[in-house]
């Protein structure tokens, strides 16, 4: 019996205890609900622009062969430095040698038949002028020997072909670089019939990077060339990078039917952490704002129900009369009679609820303004109005408002009585499970 009665009391305890906690757990209440508060800031605001693109170096070049051959010896691996002019591959230059040593022969052969021609032509040139020898005669030597000129012209131009081939069989740096890829191995066999088949790539300069960007067609006319730009890669998530826009490129692309255009960023590498393919998450800085005061936007977006609404009229409406008997009430605020959801504005711009009206509380406000709801230090639901500058998608500027300060507690939901109720009173359980 004793044992039964401590797990009763027990048991009470714990009901006690869970209607504290639910009690406890109720924000400040207004006609029966639970209003929820977020607090002014100040702070620094940035408006960006997010995309995603692939680094690159800003100069690369691919490096290949103009000539058909096996690789006889390579002399570079990848990431090694090399400079302009500097033997990366050779070729088997058996064959071109041969060339070589071929159109010397024909040099030799055409140019014995050269100087006999001209040595026919000067022996019957005069002749032909004495009447010795017909004109048919010496135009057979003439002709012979201009055809000996063509023959060792055209000698001499396969000659120097067959040198240059047998040149292209070394491969060479055409700038200083890093070799970031080698496509090719000792023995390999490179046909270069058709294009020049792809040895290397070098690219110049890794210190200084491009980060080629796809913008979508709704944030473009938010880029300008020279922006700021900062982003991070996956592999250095703690190290945030910083760039400016180079250039904007024209030409659209469609990725999944969206229209999108890239833009080119440079970005300092001077530490060489960034390589090329690596995938930068970049914002672009459209607008940035220091030490400013910052509302939330949910605070922006509330409204009250239509009855806090009406309450808040009436309330604008004694305030008025009291002005006005005092001499202070000027013309009579919109929205204190009538239609509460009318969406003129007051006199005077942005008024708050001591020179506001009823019109800004539900109806469409210009885009620059904005309206927000709080408690005054009676607990009665209040009204400001404030003047919109940048956000960042959860927070806004406050670039002028006469009543909103820093620390001040905005509302930004509300939630009625019973499903306040409902959220913080858990199920009834038994404090103990099984029978006694």
């Known amino acids: 019996m004793k044992k039964k009665k401590t797990i009763i009391i027990v048991g009470i305890i714990v009901l006690l205890l869970i209607g504290a906690y639910s009690i406890k757990s109720l924000s400040k209440k207004e006609n029966g609900g639970k209003f929820d508060f977020e607090e002014i800031k100040r702070g620094n605001l940035e408006n960006i622009v997010s995309c995603t693109g692939a680094l690159s170096a800003v100069s690369t070049v691919n490096i290949g062969s103009q000539v058909s051959g096996i690789v006889d010896k390579l002399y570079v691996d990848f990431n090694n430095n090399v400079k302009k002019g500097e033997l990366l591959a050779v070729l088997d230059k058996t064959m071109f040698i041969t060339s070589v040593k071929d159109a010397e022969a024909g040099i030799l052969r055409t140019r014995a038949q050269y100087d006999q021609a001209q040595a026919e032509l000067k022996r019957n040139q005069p002749l032909f002028e004495k009447g010795h020898l017909s ?95 900062r982003f991070t890669v996956q592999a250095y998530m703690d190290e945030t990078f910083t760039g400016k826009v180079r250039q904007i490129r024209l030409s659209p692309t469609t990725i999944q039917n969206v229209v999108n255009y890239i833009v080119v960023v440079d970005a300092n590498n001077d530490k060489k952490l960034l390589l090329p393919g690596m995938t930068a998450t970049v914002d672009f800085l459209v607008e940035e704002r220091k030490d400013v005061l910052m509302i939330p936007n949910a605070a922006l977006s509330f409204n009250p129900p239509q009855d806090m609404l009406l309450k808040l009229q009436a309330q604008m409406a004694a305030k008025w009369q009291g002005l006005k008997k005092e001499g202070k009430g000027g013309d009579k605020p919109r929205g204190v009679e009538g239609n509460p959801g009318a969406t003129q504005p007051p006199p005077g711009g942005g008024r708050t609820v001591g020179g506001g009206g009823g019109g800004m509380m539900n109806g469409k406000l210009p885009e620059h303004m904005g309206r927000v709801f709080y408690l005054d230090e009676k607990g009665n639901l209040a009204m400001a109005m404030l003047e919109k500058g940048i956000t960042d998608g959860k927070l806004t500027e406050i670039k002028h408002s006469r009543s909103l300060t820093e620390g001040m507690k905005v509302i930004t939901t509300f939630m009625s009585a019973e499903k306040a109720q409902k959220n913080n009173n858990p199920p009834m359980m038994m404090p103990f499970g099984g029978r006694h």
């Open 135 to 229: 004109e048919s005669e010496y135009l057979v030597t003439k002709t012979n020997a201009e055809t000996a000129v063509a023959a060792l012209r055209s000698a001499e131009s396969t000659l120097k072909r067959a040198q240059t081939q047998l040149a292209y069989t070394d491969i060479r740096s055409p700038i200083d670089g890093t070799v970031i890829e080698r496509a090719i191995d000792a023995g390999q066999t490179i046909a270069a019939s058709f294009q020049a088949p792809k040895l290397f790539i070098i690219a110049e300069d890794l210190t200084k990077m491009q980060i080629d960007t796809n913008v979508d067609e709704s944030d473009i006319g938010q880029i300008k060339e020279g922006q700021s730009v």
